[in-house]
């Protein structure tokens, strides 16, 4: 494919159809100007359709909440790592971010008296998330779609972005091929939305699909001059499933311990009491997952390597209404139905808590006309995030970041352009193409091997250096990958990509896991197993030809007025709070 690449232009570009995505161009549209979203997917098949168990607001349906506690929750698990304006702004702003998605017809669970219904979630102090049954991510979807196609926002589909172009420390738009036919285009915008997701494909056992999660965005925002912190900081959530093989990973919902779902090991063990025995199930993430890891890792777990989690004990309606999905998705993968027989689970990466350092108000990364939303962002989670508050940031921070976009938009005297850049972009991808003598997809597969040894639910300096080696073999086969038009269309290139971009991502995260010498929420160093006495973000940038320099910063201090609920003593035991 040697022609020149179609031009479209617009004011606003989104590059991500996703929760966070759709909000964007939601506000920008709505501030009034041209705005077009780019979908490496189908319009409706956004990895947000997965999220499952909940979002949250501190809207108070059952609880005294307010935002100042689930600031202090959000906080308090994330390890004094997160960005306090961040977390500030995500916690005053969910409810009313809520209430509009409501508003637009969500069909989230309703008290009898009508009030948008509200369930625990680990290590929350109250019951806060709302929920769609165990589809909410897909509920939520769904809304933001509506909105769009209703304001006729287009969404192009099964499109690949292979670089943002800019230039002078400008973004000015991107370079993408469509998969199916392979056309290149290059979309020129006064500003772009990055709301791409997080790298959590690049483990063996992962609650991400094939062809997403492998860290795209965050390897276009670093080669724009972006900065990215804290990507060692992983969640690992506790209960993914354990087999069959196409099925490894998927995510089996916080909602179903939520809901009253209990942990056992092989010996019939209910092993969180020698955990956690205050919150059990309902402790915080990293601690569950930390804790099936290690039933798992001292052999006390089942057939296929996992822990067992069981609802046999709740109402088969309770099962039927409340975790609908779950239930099928057993049904269908392993024809076990989990009113009668337990579930085999095991940890499996699931969220990016490291991302692209943003500025909390505008989301705006540093490089003049760039924004980011979402998971591909940093800042509010630190070291543990909270179920539930990841569909929170997608609508909240979407909605800044598509205003922010607009307001440069609408503000700009005249249109940035580089026509270097533009043949850069070009050259960048055209050197993907042609025969090689390895395939993108195993290469994939051995990247995601190595990760999850070396940089799993636990890692040591040892494990983290050797997983660093084996990432310079893995760049030599990069080179050799056959990419070429198949049936399928593009699908190899956009997998050749894929490679191009999972290096540095997990060059950045094995460098920051290898420099975090302690263990801190989902970070688990065995030779490094104590907290640090003051917590740290790590940050990386390119310092030139690909190489990556890291720094640590000081994290912003809580301000006065919030810290005295910080102090408070843990929430109270969650047993007898679940089944009212
Ligand atoms: O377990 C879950 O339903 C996941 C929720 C989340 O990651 O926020």
Known sequence: MSESPA?????????????????????????????????????????????????????????????????????????????PPAIELLCREAPRALEELAAWGCPFARTPDGRLDQRYFGAHRHRRTCYAGDYTGRAVLDTLLAQVTRRGVPIV????????????????????????????????????VLAT???????????????????????????????????????????????PEEWAGALVTEAVRGEGGK???????????????????????????????????????GPHGGVFLDVSHLDREQITEKLPRIQRQFLEAQMLDITAGHMEVTPTAHYAMGGVVVEPESHG????????????????????????????ETVV???????????????????????????????????????GDAFALPVLRHLRDLMWRGCGVVRSAASLREALGALDDVRLASARIDVQ???????????ACA??????????????????????????????????????????AERGRGTLGIEARAPRRVPDELRPLLAEPPAEAAAGKLLE
């Open 7 to 83: 031009l479209v232009t617009c004011n606003v570009l989104v590059l991500g159809a996703g929760a966070a995505g759709l909000r964007a161009a939601i506000a920008a549209h709505d501030a009034a100007v041209d705005t077009m979203i780019l979908g490496s997917r189908g319009r409706a098949d956004a990895h947000t359709a997965l999220a499952a168990g909940g979002i949250n607001a501190a809207l108070g349906t059952h609880d005294p909440d307010d935002w100042r506690q689930h600031f202090a929750d959000t906080y308090v698990e994330g390890h004094a790592l997160a960005d």
């Open 197 to 243: 997701g997080g790298h959590t494909r690049l483990w063996r056992y992962s609650s991400s699909r094939r062809d997403e999660n492998y860290g795209d965005g965050m390897a276009l925002a670093l080669a724009a001059g972006c900065e990215l912190g804290d990507m060692e900081m992983v969640q690992f959530h506790p209960t993914g499933m354990t087999h």
């Open 397 to 435: 921070f979407g909605r800044r970041a598509g205003e922010a976009a607009a307001t440069r938009a609408r503000t700009l005297g005249a249109a940035h352009r580089s026509g270097s850049a533009l043949v850069e972009a070009g050259e960048h991808l055209e050197a993907l193409v042609g025969p």
């Open 365 to 392: 990364t540093g490089v003049d006309g760039l924004y980011a939303a979402g998971e591909v962002t940093t800042g509010v989670h630190g070291a543990n995030r909270l179920g539930g508050n990841s569909l929170t």
């Open 263 to 301: 942990l056992f090991n092989a010996a019939g063990e209910r092993f969180m009491g020698r955990y956690d025995p205050d919150r059990m199930e309902l402790s915080a993430r990293d601690r569950v997952a930390a804790a099936n890891y290690v039933e798992i890792a001292e052999g006390r777990g």
């Open 157 to 192: 589909e099964q499109t690949y972005v292979s670089s943002l172009l800019c230039d002078g420390g400008v973004c000015f738009g991107a370079y993408a091929f469509d998969v199916a036919t392979g056309r290149r285009t290059a979309y020129l915008a006064d500003a772009v």
């Open 485 to 495: 038009p198949s049936p399928g269309g593009w699908v190899d290139l956009a997998r």
């Open 499 to 540: 490679v191009r971009a999972a290096l540095p991502c997990c060059e950045a995260t094995l460098r920051g896991a290898l420099a975090r010498e302690e263990s801190r929420g989902a970070h688990r160093r065995s030779d490094h197993p104590e907290e640090a006495p003051s917590p740290y973000n790590l940050v990386v």
